[in-house]
C-alpha cells in the first residue's frame, strides 16, 4: 500500500453482535492518521508502527 493512502473500514464487520466495525473498534482512522513518515526509507513505517504499538503500552504499565 503506498504511503499516504487510505483504508475504507467502514464495512468491516466485528464478529460480536454490535453496530461497531472492527476498525472502529481499535480507533484506526485515529491511529492511521498519526502515521506521517518523513522519508521513503523501506523501514520507516514498520518503526512507526511498533512504537505507536510499544508506547501506550509501556505508559500503561508504569501507571
Do not use: C, K
Not at 2 to 30: C, K, M
Request: cysteine-free; aromatic content about 10%.
Amino acid at each position: 500500500m503506498p504511503i499516504g493512502s487510505r483504508v475504507d473500514l467502514d464495512n468491516e464487520a466485528t464478529h460480536w453482535d454490535q453496530d461497531l466495525s472492527y476498525g472502529q473498534y481499535l480507533g484506526f482512522e485515529a491511529l492511521l492518521d498519526g502515521q506521517h513518515p518523513r522519508s521513503d526509507q523501506h523501514d520507516e513505517m514498520l518503526f512507526i508502527v511498533i512504537h505507536q504499538a510499544s508506547e501506550p503500552w509501556s505508559v500503561r504499565t508504569s501507571l
